[in-house]
């Protein structure tokens, strides 16, 4: 008979490590999955500053902290094929084995979203981005933290949003404050040849502007 453990977290992301923390109050029997990184994308972030255990820390400086909280644990290195439930046990099988628990927190973020144009592959953090004129295509703070990486490391930086960046963090507005925003601006086409043309609606006018390389950072 299968071992059966009380509980079960899936994916080790923010929402993956709040959800452990919390049930290691009343449970030990907890079975961890995380295929990739702990931390997840947190990782790419520039500035952390809403974790209650620190202050404002590098997204790999934060990923080296919730790590810690996890020294000792096992961490089941397979990925998840399907979460199951019947007759009060779930089942979660992997790659490589089955596992059968009591309760299952599925915490396994979410897909990047891609732009619907065909111009190559499509980053999404600036850490892949390549040359010195950079535009990132999307909103959000995340949008913003994504500039304030690329300016910290003399890029020249571009954000097109459908947005205004009305309701983002105020400290982030002011240190992405040297890039160049296009906001409610409608993306019309990307084209790659030697270099990247975003060609979009802004102000009323038509613009093509040329660009190094692009990062897409919509929906979040």
Request: charged content about 30%; hydrophobic content about 35%; glycine content about 10%.
């Amino acid at each position: 008979m299968k071992r059966i453990s009380d509980f079960a977290v899936i994916g080790l992301g923010c929402a993956g490590m709040g959800a452990y923390l919390q049930i290691k109050k009343e449970s030990e029997n907890i079975m961890l999955f995380e295929r990739g990184r702990v931390g997840g994308d947190l990782y790419h972030a520039n500035s952390v500053e809403n974790l209650l255990f620190s202050k404002s820390l590098r997204g790999a400086d934060a990923c080296r902290l919730i790590k810690k909280q996890v020294e000792g644990e096992k961490i089941i290195r397979d990925n998840c094929l399907s979460v199951s439930e019947e007759k009060g046990f779930v089942t979660i099988k992997t790659e490589r084995k089955e596992y059968v628990c009591r309760y299952a927190v599925v915490a396994t973020g979410r897909e990047q979203k891609k732009i619907g144009f065909s111009f190559g592959k499509q980053k999404h953090f600036s850490s892949e981005a390549k040359g010195n004129k950079i535009c990132i295509i999307g909103g959000g703070e995340r949008a913003l933290d994504c500039a304030v990486s690329l300016i910290e490391k003399n890029k020249e930086v571009s954000v097109v949003s459908t947005g205004t960046f009305s309701k983002v963090n105020a400290s982030l507005l002011r240190e992405s404050s040297q890039a160049v925003f296009y906001t409610d601006s409608s993306v019309m086409d990307i084209a790659k040849a030697e270099k990247y043309i975003v060609k979009f609606e802004f102000g009323g006018e038509i613009l093509n502007k040329e660009y190094d390389d692009i990062i897409i950072s919509i929906g979040t």
